[in-house]
C-alpha cells in the first residue's frame, strides 16, 4: 500500500516549452502533497506544499509563477514547468501523506520522480 | 535557515559489516524524525521513523538512535549487504508547524563483498 506515482518518469523539452508532471496517489487519498526539486549529488530541497482545493504554499525563492501546482483532486497533484530552461534540469519528485490525518509528521511516501532535462 | 545534516558524505564497508550513518540536527523544536535510502534515479524509501518522545526504535536490520541532547540521530544497519549500497538522508520536521520535511545532505554508503 501507500504508493505513488509521477508521471514522466522522463522527459526532454526544448527550452521556453512548458512541462506537466503528474503525481498520484494510487491506493489512497490525500489532501496535502509536496514537491521536491533534486540537483546530481544534492538533497532533496521543498519547493512548495500542495494543497487539495487550494492554492499551493511555496518556498521562499521558488517562483509560484514558474512552477504551476494545481491539486484538482484528493490523489492527483500536478507541477507544470513554465518557459523551461536549462537551469531548471533537475530531479522532481512528489511525495503525499495518506488520509485519515493522525498526528502531524505522519510518514510521507515517495514518488519515482521525473527527471526533466531542457535543452 | 535551519537545517539537518549528516556527518559523513560517504562510508564504505564490507558485506557483512554492521554500518552507523550519523545526522545531527540544528532545530531543537523538531519532533519527528526520519531515514530514507534512495537508489540513484529514484524517489527516496522509507526506511524507519522516530518520533521525539522516544530515543530507540528497531525494525528489521535497522535502528534509529535518537540523543535529543546533543541533537543527533543515526541509522544502524546490521549485517549490511550490497542492496544497501544506496544514498541515506535523514529528514525532520516539527509536527505542530506542518509535516514538509527538512532534509539533510545524504550519505553514500558503499558495500563491497
Known amino acids: 500500500g501507500a504508493v505513488v506515482s509521477q508521471h514522466p518518469s522522463r522527459v526532454i523539452c526544448k527550452s521556453g516549452t512548458s512541462v506537466k508532471i503528474e503525481c498520484r496517489s494510487l491506493?489512497?487519498?490525500?489532501?496535502?502533497m509536496f514537491w521536491y526539486r533534486q540537483f546530481p549529488k544534492q538533497s532533496l530541497m521543498l519547493m512548495a506544499t500542495s494543497n487539495e482545493g487550494s492554492k499551493a504554499t511555496y518556498e521562499q525563492g521558488v517562483e509560484k509563477d514558474k512552477f504551476l501546482i494545481n491539486h484538482a483532486s484528493l490523489t492527483l497533484s500536478t507541477l507544470t514547468v513554465t518557459s523551461a530552461h536549462p537551469e531548471d534540469s533537475s530531479f522532481y519528485i512528489c511525495s503525499a501523506i495518506p488520509l485519515p490525518r493522525g498526528l502531524a509528521g505522519e510518514t510521507q511516501y515517495f514518488g519515482p520522480g521525473t527527471r526533466l532535462l531542457v535543452l | 535557515g535551519e537545517s539537518v545534516g549528516l556527518h559523513l558524505p560517504t562510508l564504505s564497508v564490507q558485506e557483512g559489516d554492521n554500518s552507523i550513518i550519523n545526522c545531527a540536527y540544528s532545530?531543537?523544536?523538531?519532533?519527528?524524525f526520519i531515514w530514507y535510502k534512495q537508489e540513484s534515479g529514484k524517489g527516496p524509501q522509507f526506511i524507519i521513523d522516530?518520533?521525539?518522545?522516544?530515543d530507540k526504535r528497531q525494525g528489521q536490520r535497522v535502528t534509529v538512535l535518537l540523543n535529543k541532547t546533543v541533537k543527533h540521530l543515526s541509522l544502524q544497519i546490521a549485517a549490511t549487504q550490497p542492496g544497501d549500497s544506496a544514498v541515506y538522508f535523514c529528514?525532520?520536521?516539527?509536527?505542530?508547524?506542518?509535516?514538509?520535511?527538512?532534509f539533510g545532505k545524504g550519505t553514500t554508503l558503499s558495500v563491497s563483498s
Open positions: 532545530n531543537s523544536a523538531s519532533d519527528y
Open positions: 491506493d489512497f487519498q490525500a489532501t496535502t
Open positions: 522516530i518520533r521525539s518522545n522516544m
Open positions: 529528514a525532520e520536521t516539527e509536527g505542530q508547524a506542518g509535516t514538509a520535511l527538512i
